[in-house]
């Protein structure tokens, strides 16, 4: 069974300018969630869907953040426009329903902003 | 709110030893479940293990167990034989078990582990 891809798994870019990630879960998953990895800290949710639903957004930075799950599968977390304390990884990961399964993570992307 | 503290930044275990990871938790919620995930220098999250608060018996996944002790709000991983591949980050992690959805997980710190010959 193939798991959580993620892409690109490296990204530089300069403050101020945009970026965006993708993520496909295991397939069947419908619970998909995105967690911001600072440096030598644990992963923070930014968002959660249930399908193509946002079930949890509270710690997303609205201002400057965005995600979307159209089709209830794929998805993509963008930022716009990016500060220097938006380096970190940001996993994608998915569960198969939402209250007692288990979450699978992708590689990560390694973000770094100069 | 619920919080996960690791106190344990860095952890040394010689090869085919065992080693125990601390994690202690504090939440309000009635019902929750526990979880271990090793992340490599890749900087994948592996899920590990997994221990829900209502379940009477420990949980062991091959060589990993978790020796959960609910009135002392600790869940430590127990590493049995150590491998050199078991270097890694680990976290420990938890969530509410609750109806609707929105169980998002909330991570410690992480301990680093270093298997030496």
């Known amino acids: 069974e193939a798991g959580v891809a993620q892409s690109p798994r490296y990204k530089i870019i300069e403050k101020r300018q945009s970026v965006a990630f993708w993520c496909n879960p295991i397939?069947?998953?419908?619970?998909l969630y995105w967690y911001q990895q600072i440096l030598g800290q644990g992963p923070k949710l930014l968002i959660q869907?249930?399908?193509?639903?946002?079930?949890?957004d509270s710690q997303l930075p609205k201002d400057r953040f965005s995600a979307e799950r159209l089709k209830g599968v794929d998805s993509t977390l963008k930022i716009q426009p990016a500060k220097l304390e938006d380096s970190a990884v940001y996993l994608c990961?998915?569960?198969?329903?939402?209250?007692?399964?288990?979450?699978?993570f992708g590689p990560g992307t390694r973000l770094t902003v100069l | 709110a619920q919080k996960i503290t690791q106190t344990q930044p860095g952890m040394f275990v010689q090869e085919k030893e065992a080693v125990t990871l601390d994690c202690t938790y504090d939440?309000?919620?009635?019902?929750?479940?526990l979880f271990w995930y090793k992340q490599p220098s890749s900087g994948e999250m592996i899920f590990l293990i997994y221990?829900?608060?209502?379940?009477?018996q420990n949980a062991t996944e091959g060589r990993y167990s978790l020796n959960f002790q609910k009135a002392r709000k600790s869940a430590n991983l127990v590493i049995s034989a150590s491998q050199l591949g078991d270097s890694a980050m680990y976290f420990c992690?938890?969530?509410?078990?609750?109806?609707?959805?929105?169980?998002?997980?909330?991570f410690g710190t992480g301990t680093q582990l270093k298997v030496e010959l």
């Open positions: 990961a998915s569960s198969l329903q939402g209250n007692t399964d288990t979450q699978y």
């Open positions: 221990q829900g608060s209502y379940d009477q």
């Open positions: 939440t309000s919620d009635p019902s929750y479940g």
């Open positions: 992690a938890m969530r509410p078990i609750l109806t609707g959805g929105g169980n998002k997980l909330t």
């Open positions: 397939s069947g998953h419908a619970t």
């Open positions: 869907f249930q399908n193509n639903g946002v079930v949890d």
